[in-house]
């Protein structure tokens, strides 16, 4: 797959023989943004199967689901032949949705054109499907994928979703595990003092943070994947942190991973976050998370 970043559309001319565009944000790649991308991939030929994104959401950001690499890959899988990227600055924010559909036809001179019924572009998000299909004579727009309750299936009730800690229900409309990735630091060490070490984990983006609690994980180092419990809060039984934490502790694992990166996969929520009694109160809890997860991932 090659990858276009494009600081001005407007300056930017393609010409690829049979060319495809399929057009959208993309921001979690969950199962209706597959689809789409897979109805546009059966529909055109080898090597001409374009996707043309942001760097950023349009609107006000909430979190991200995924991470550019993970992103750019994911979309590699699906069979994305050219990639394009546009730089949504305040500059970009400005142009006329009118001459944004002039942009797609002039300098990329597609053949077929692929998106979803709701996709907006331009300023104040004034353009929509009407007007591209008023414009151009081959434009195919896939309907929503719904949920059992016949709602859209939207990155923004995933997101919801995995802030109430529901990362079950959020996995199956993501169509894979919900990842956070990020470098392991140093933190105060609590859990090697009470004999269950674990790694404190620094996300490399603003990704969505799951409700405080412990969670059944899979944590990949090094590309080898261990089941691990997971964290996030502030350990209110050991010292009671300011900021919520991400800290993971790997089963069957004792290598330093200190300031490598590594990603953590939520399979299910196993309880809130509460304050212990004591020590050993807490211990058994830990004994008692561990035994659990290994029932789950057997």
Excluded: W
């Amino acid at each position: 797959m090659k990858v276009y970043y494009l600081d001005n559309i407007n300056e930017f001319s393609i010409n690829i023989s049979n060319l495809s565009l399929v057009l959208g944000l993309f921001d979690g790649i969950h199962i209706g943004h597959a689809q789409l991308i897979s109805f546009a991939r059966s529909n055109t030929p080898n090597k001409s199967l374009g996707l043309l994104t942001f760097d950023r959401t349009l609107k006000d950001n909430e979190g991200v689901l995924i991470n550019e690499y993970d992103k750019e890959k994911r979309f590699e899988e699906l069979g994305v032949d050219h990639l394009f990227i546009i730089k949504a600055d305040d500059e970009f924010k400005k142009t006329p949705y009118e001459k944004f559909v002039d942009c797609l036809i002039n300098n990329f001179h597609p053949k077929k054109i692929f998106c979803g019924p709701d996709f907006r572009y331009g300023y104040l998000a004034k353009g929509d499907v009407d007007y591209l299909k008023m414009r151009f004579s081959s434009v195919y727009v896939l309907d929503f994928i719904k949920d059992f309750n016949e709602n859209k299936i939207a990155s923004s009730t995933i997101k919801k979703l995995i802030r109430d800690g529901e990362v079950k229900e959020a996995n199956i409309f993501l169509g894979r595990p919900y990842k956070i990735r990020g470098k392991v630091i140093h933190g105060k060490e609590n859990g090697r003092k009470i004999g269950f070490k674990t790694a404190n984990i620094l996300p490399e983006v603003e990704y969505v943070m799951p409700k405080r609690g412990v969670y059944f994980t899979k944590t990949e180092v090094d590309g080898v994947l261990y089941n691990s419990i997971t964290n996030i809060g502030i350990h209110p039984s050991i010292s009671p942190l300011k900021q919520i934490l991400i800290e993971t502790h790997i089963f069957d694992f004792d290598f330093d991973i200190y300031d490598e990166n590594i990603s953590v996969y939520f399979y299910e929520f196993e309880r809130d976050e509460k304050t212990f009694a004591s020590l050993d109160e807490l211990k058994e809890q830990i004994n008692l998370d561990k035994s659990n997860a290994k029932k789950y991932f057997r």
